[in-house]
């Protein structure tokens, strides 16, 4: 296994492995951290600033189990597919390609009509939801942030490797366009989420009872995105 450093420089471990993992140090935190980057799909080390090379390497050596069954449980990736099912925003969606269709991408009913060519469709589909969600998302936030005495300053669509949403202290709440695939209960508690943090920039107690009250069954959804969110990186 090599680990890769952001100097640029690299050493081995378990070669033949074959497995790359990145390192990002980490001046706030006390201890090492590893998590899965699902969008990369590779190993991601955290360690504090002062982290030695063999301290980094005992600690991926006594967690190689955990990487590879993590690694071997990460969905196959795929491009979308004319005929094929998915969740939009919490109601089942058939993706019809019909390529004379002269309409970009349209939704009718529960059918997303893809025009154009092919090789296209996966782009399109990709870029739909993105522009959508934006626009439900906003819908959904606004109405939350007013319960708690709070404005959106604007919400951002973006592609992370990791964090479903994040806030920012000008009131800008950035979502990952994946969450339109979850189920609806799942994207309601994000919501919730990311709006508490408008009024609790922290996860104390406070916050937690603020999505408690903007969402009540709020567990229920953070528990599939613990369990289940990597599936959310299936698609390119």
């Known amino acids: 296994m090599k680990i890769t450093l952001l100097t640029g420089k690299t050493f081995d471990i378990k070669e033949a492995v074959g497995m790359d993992i990145k390192v990002v140090q980490s001046p706030n935190s006390r201890k090492l951290i590893l998590h899965i980057d699902n969008k990369e799909r590779i190993p991601v080390l955290s ?33 979308f597919s004319s005929g094929e099912t998915i969740s939009l925003f919490g109601q089942s969606v058939t993706i019809s390609h019909q390529p004379n269709a002269r309409c970009g991408v349209r939704l009718d009913g529960n059918t997303l009509i893809v025009s154009g060519g092919v090789e296209f469709l996966h782009r399109r589909v990709k870029d739909y939801i ?44 950035n979502y990952n366009w ?28 406070a916050f937690w009872q603020c999505v408690a009250d903007l969402y009540p069954d709020w567990q229920k959804g953070h528990d599939w995105l613990q369990k289940n969110g990597r599936t959310l990186y299936t698609y390119f």
């Open 47 to 79: 360690i504090p600033r002062f982290c030695s090379r063999k301290r980094a390497i005992n600690f991926v050596n006594e967690n190689m189990d955990w990487i590879l069954e993590t690694l071997q449980k990460l969905p196959e990736r795929k491009y």
């Open 130 to 173: 993105r522009k959508a969600a934006a626009d439900e998302f906003y819908k959904l936030s606004a109405p939350l942030a007013a319960q708690i005495g709070c404005k959106i300053n604007g919400i951002c669509i973006k592609d992370t490797k990791s964090r479903w949403g994040s806030c920012s202290t000008l009131n800008n709440i």
């Open 178 to 205: 994946r969450v339109a695939l979850a189920p609806r209960y799942v994207i309601d508690y994000l919501m919730a989420h990311e709006v508490s943090h408008l009024k609790h920039p922290d996860h104390s107690p």
